[in-house]
């Protein structure tokens, strides 16, 4: 066995590969970019070297950096984790080339695999089961065309180098044939410098399955059964999970096998996955399961198969790779229990998806499951690459159960001020669709008005306005003309001081919308309040970093944080809270501040409204330019524009206050 590896790669997967490295005993090495200078991955390796500025292209796919850091911190082995150099059949010549051991499969096996059309040839003369469909040399537009007609719409036109859904068009119809032929081609072009594409049947309730296969270098290969990873975004994986629900013996045994012939094709060695396309219109059937591509290297859902079968995938790539057989025999790889993985993305399912980058000022993942990343709190989310941040693993006996905890794992995480899609996570698990395992690869877009959610809800409406009342020590001030509490709790009916109002309201903002509520103190000032917030009464107190609505609803909250008074941590989603008014007594007008924030670093490019005009709750005041994107921020109510403190052209960074507008009540 080698002495030390250096991992080619960054973040959640360069951690993970480190820490069976140290088990094993072996020395590990880290290569960074300037942006990763003070990244987790950094700290945790024995030694790391600096090998360039952000941009991946100049640190991370800069093959003869890796080497150079390589030679000279004397790693024996090089693991490429997935991602960026991983399947480069070039640079596993490099290294093997520079004497140095190759932590995964031959180039030639990465070469095989790496264009669609050529892998999908070689499936048929292996006896693989493929898709119906084209992959011929003859890329005319009017052989492509006849093809399609011949296949039978709709179909899936894909670049033949393509990856991650770039280059992938569905036509339904004839008539659209040519345009989204013509988009095909221009995005693999963009994407992978390869304009050729192939043509699929388009499989109307698509299931991702994939077996995860491994060999060595003494002609074994074994598989350690299939993955669903069905729920799926845009063509990115969302949920994962082993086994497949559904899945029978029968058919558990002709998608195995078909992965072991595909994997025996290529002589492959180390960790790979077969992926398959299952037509899952009538369940899942022997002869409705057909091979799609092959990755050729670890996956980033692996952790699923490891919990499932025991076996420590990575150390398996170092025995292999350093010339031992399998550890295991097939007939001694079992099968147990249910794990799915969850991805943790820096991204804001509200607006569109869209990467969320910053400081990780609060980042608290979830106790008793397996995580697996590569940042921690007080980290940063770069913009430079992808926005995984972490992974939520469980493992347990039935899939019901694997799913209610997973639920649980991802309602418990807490991130801010970076945006992330916990929530969306647990309202993807605890849907009835996916519990009952319906579920194919357009799920979460018929879905998605659900798994979005509807906002804040009145609890977290309620914890809000506690929040504020604690955050501002406001027992005293309410103290001088609030009451003590009725006897009977659950009553909205209070007692009252002689000259003084019966109770104070006071409002806030919650996620940019403005909550009023009436405040009740208990007289013991320990900021415990009796609090009416949308025609609902109810107990709510502040106890160390949580707050207790009710009787059993309790929600996670920090204080001033990120460019907010307050956040409050609802079952995974994240509500920032703004913006409160003085405190007045019953009777009193109220108002709020109206700021309009900007929602991620960006560039002012309009203003359609400026100071002194008068706005309509939703009509544009201040428009931004982000992510390749504008996002037009709205007045919150109706009101007059009371500044604006941005001009077009500015470079303005998250929580930037852009413009303020007043109620239209407090502006005469």
């Known amino acids: ?80 984790g997935y991602g960026f150099l991983s399947e480069n059949a070039e640079f596993a010549e490099a290294v093997a080339a520079a004497g140095l051991i190759w932590i995964g499969p031959d180039p030639s096996s990465i070469r095989a695999m790496g264009l669609k059309d050529a892998a999908k040839d070689l499936m048929i003369r292996a006896d693989v089961p493929v898709t119906p469909g084209y992959q011929g040399a003859d890329q005319s537009e009017e052989t492509l065309t006849a093809e399609a007609a011949r296949i039978g ?26 345009a989204g032929l013509a988009s095909a081609k221009r995005e693999g072009a963009a994407a992978f410098g390869d304009d050729r594409v192939l ?6 309730r698509p299931r991702h399955i994939e077996v995860q296969v491994f060999g060595d270098k003494h002609g074994n290969v074994v598989h350690l059964y299939e993955r669903d990873c069905s729920l799926q975004r845009r063509h990115q994986k969302v949920i994962e999970e082993a086994p497949a629900p559904g899945m029978s013996e ?26 398959f396309i299952a037509d899952a219109s009538d369940g899942l059937k022997a002869d409705g399961v057909w091979f799609m591509e092959m990755n050729t290297r670890l996956q980033v859902e692996h952790p699923v198969t490891e919990s499932v079968t025991g076996v420590d995938l990575v150390e398996w790539q170092f025995r292999v790779a350093a010339g031992e057989p399998i550890p295991l025999k097939q007939d001694e790889i079992k099968l147990n229990g249910w794990a799915m993985e969850a991805r943790l993305y820096a991204e804001d399912p509200a607006n569109g998806f869209l990467p969320s980058i910053g400081k990780l000022e609060h980042f608290v993942m979830p106790d008793g499951i ?54 969306f996570l647990k309202r993807c698990l605890v849907h009835p669709r996916f519990v009952a395992g319906d579920v194919d690869t357009g799920f979460i877009a018929e879905e998605e008005a659900a798994l979005l959610g509807s ?31 009725s006897s009977d709790a659950d009553s909205a009916a209070v007692g009252f001081r002689l000259n003084g109002p019966s109770r104070a309201l006071f409002q806030t903002q919650i996620n940019g919308e403005r909550v009023e509520g009436s405040a009740l103190s208990n007289g013991r000032g320990d900021f415990s309040w009796k609090i009416e917030v949308d025609g609902r009464a109810v107990v709510s107190r502040a106890a160390g970093d949580r707050i207790v609505v009710g009787d059993d609803v309790t929600l996670g909250y ?11 941590f609802e079952h995974g989603d994240a509500w920032p809270v703004t913006a409160i008014s003085h405190v007045r007594g019953q009777g009193e007008g109220s108002a709020s501040d109206g700021s309009l924030r900007a929602p991620m670093p960006g560039k002012i490019v309009a203003t359609p409204a400026k100071a002194g005009d ?53 502006a005469v």
Request: glycine fraction near 10%; aromatic fraction near 4%; include cysteine.
């Open 250 to 275: 029968a058919v558990r045994a002709a998608v195995t096998g078909a992965a072991i012939k595909a994997a025996k094709a290529v002589n492959y060695v180390g960790a790979g996955t077969i992926e």
């Open 455 to 485: 906002g804040p809800s009145s609890d977290a409406r309620v914890a809000a306005l506690n929040l504020i009342a604690d955050h501002h020590h406001l027992s005293p001030q309410l103290g001088e003309y609030l009451s003590p509490w």
């Open 199 to 204: 043509i699929e049947r388009y499989i109307t």
């Open 558 to 568: 920090v204080g001033a944080m990120g460019g907010v008074e307050g956040v409050i």
């Open 153 to 178: 719409y709709p179909v899936l036109i894909k670049a033949v180098a393509g990856g991650g859904g770039k280059g992938m068009k569905r036509v339904d119809d004839p008539a659209d044939f040519a």
């Open 370 to 423: 397996r995580v697996d990343t590569g940042v921690e709190q007080g980290g940063e989310v770069s913009q430079f690459y992808d926005p995984m941040i972490a992974k939520l693993i469980v493992h347990e006996d039935t899939r019901e159960a694997a799913a209610a905890r997973l639920a649980e794992a991802a309602g418990e995480v807490e991130v801010w001020p970076v945006k992330a899609n916990a929530g």
């Open 614 to 666: 008068v706005v309509t709750k939703g009509q544009p005041v201040v428009v931004l330019e982000a992510m390749k994107m504008e996002h037009a921020l709205t007045a919150p109510f109706d009101g007059v524009v009371e500044s604006v403190s941005s001009s077009v052209g500015d470079q303005v960074t998250e929580a930037t206050v852009l413009a303020v507008v007043k109620a239209s009540a407090e």
């Open 1 to 80: 066995m080698f002495k030390s590896v250096l991992v080619a790669n960054r973040g959640e997967i360069a951690c993970r590969v480190f820490r069976t490295a140290k088990r094993m005993g072996i020395r590990t090495i880290a290569v960074y970019s300037e942006a990763d200078a003070h990244a987790l991955h950094v700290r945790e390796a024995d030694e790391a070297v600096l090998i360039g500025p952000a941009a991946a292209r100049e640190s991370y796919l800069d093959g003869a950096k890796v080497l150079a850091a390589a030679k000279a911190t004397g790693a024996e082995a090089i693991h490429p």
